[in-house]
């Protein structure tokens, strides 16, 4: 049986996508893709998510403010996720977090709003996804500031120190790994690939951005997650199909899913 995997980090919404995404989407199953989750980056790709979401039921979704566009954020926005997340498809607040490698928006008002999202999803009990570029420190302090009984999410694309990533676990989070763990010389990644819990573990693509090999610097598509699962089932010397349930497992569980297989 060919494995089925998810993808818990995509951008469907993306205008890379535009030319092609129904006839993309509606192949995604036979091409091994179980279930993706898509992430908003600011309020009009919150809203593009929860409507791929509503349209094909295999699409979720979830909606905040990328810490580039946290310099847009105000009340009325906030309250406005807030609206999105009555939708049953809904899964989650994200992607939030800081970036200190492009410094869009100053780091300030980065942190502030990513304060504020994480206190949405306490109110709402969702669990959050975190981007984090090249600021860790920061990310693991506000985290563990504003941690609550309820705190779990994703630490997306994860790029820090296994040392690290053991920090965010404790606070309840799960560690997705995507196509930078397939290049010959992201030695960190792998060595978080090798050693992260498997209980802890998920894939992604981060599609259309952050293509595995062989396909580097292209565009990136769901299915390309089985390369990620590929690599990290040759690093942990296990089958991807070990890789593909174990991650699987893990995502259903975060965000309270049925598993129907």
């Given at each position: 049986?060919?494995?089925?995997?998810?993808?818990?980090?995509?951008?469907?919404?993306?205008?890379?996508?535009?030319?092609?995404?129904?006839?993309?989407?509606?192949?995604?199953?036979?091409?091994?893709?179980?279930?993706?989750?898509n992430p908003g980056s600011d309020l009009d790709t919150s809203k593009a998510a929860v409507g791929l979401a509503d349209k094909y039921p295999f699409i979720?979704?979830?909606?905040?403010?990328?810490?580039?566009?946290?310099?847009?954020?105000?009340?009325?926005?906030?309250?406005?996720?807030?609206?999105?997340?009555?939708?049953?498809?809904?899964?989650?607040?994200?992607?939030?977090?800081?970036?200190?490698?492009?410094?869009?928006?100053?780091?300030?008002?980065?942190?502030?709003?990513?304060?504020?999202?994480?206190?949405?999803?306490?109110?709402?009990?969702?669990?959050?996804?975190?981007?984090?570029?090249?600021?860790h420190e920061d990310v693991l302090k506000i985290m563990k500031e504003e941690h609550y009984s309820g705190t779990r999410g994703i630490l997306h694309c994860?790029?820090?120190?296994?040392?690290?990533?053991?920090?965010?676990?404790?606070?309840?989070?799960?560690?997705?790994?995507?196509?930078?763990?397939?290049f010959k010389k992201s030695k960190t990644p792998k060595q978080v690939a090798k050693e992260v819990p498997f209980d802890r573990l998920l894939i992604e693509?981060?599609?259309?951005?952050?293509?595995?090999?062989?396909?580097?610097?292209?565009?990136?598509?769901?299915?390309?997650?089985?390369?990620?699962?590929?690599?990290?089932?040759?690093?942990?010397?296990?089958?991807?199909?070990?890789?593909?349930?174990?991650?699987?497992?893990?995502?259903?569980?975060?965000?309270?899913?049925?598993?129907?297989?």
């Amino acid at each position: 049986m060919e494995n089925k995997f998810i993808d818990s980090h995509v951008h469907l919404d993306d205008e890379k996508f535009d030319h092609d995404r129904e006839a993309l989407i509606s192949s995604l199953y036979e091409n091994g893709i179980e279930l993706v989750l898509n992430p908003g980056s600011d309020l009009d790709t919150s809203k593009a998510a929860v409507g791929l979401a509503d349209k094909y039921p295999f699409i979720f979704a979830a909606v905040g403010c990328h810490p580039h566009d946290s310099r847009l954020m105000n009340d009325d926005t906030m309250e406005a996720f807030r609206k999105l997340s009555e939708n049953k498809k809904v899964l989650g607040i994200g992607e939030i977090g800081l970036d200190y490698y492009y410094d869009n928006s100053d780091r300030e008002t980065q942190k502030i709003w990513f304060r504020e999202q994480i206190r949405l999803a306490k109110e709402l009990d969702l669990p959050y996804i975190v981007h984090d570029r090249d600021a860790h420190e920061d990310v693991l302090k506000i985290m563990k500031e504003e941690h609550y009984s309820g705190t779990r999410g994703i630490l997306h694309c994860y790029s820090s120190s296994i040392e690290m990533a053991k920090e965010f676990i404790k606070l309840g989070f799960y560690i997705s790994l995507g196509g930078p763990v397939t290049f010959k010389k992201s030695k960190t990644p792998k060595q978080v690939a090798k050693e992260v819990p498997f209980d802890r573990l998920l894939i992604e693509t981060d599609c259309p951005y952050l293509a595995p090999e062989p396909f580097r610097g292209k565009r990136n598509e769901p299915k390309n997650v089985k390369f990620v699962a590929e690599e990290i089932a040759r690093i942990r010397e296990v089958g991807t199909d070990i890789i593909a349930e174990k991650t699987k497992e893990n995502f259903y569980r975060l965000f309270n899913l049925k598993q129907e297989n």
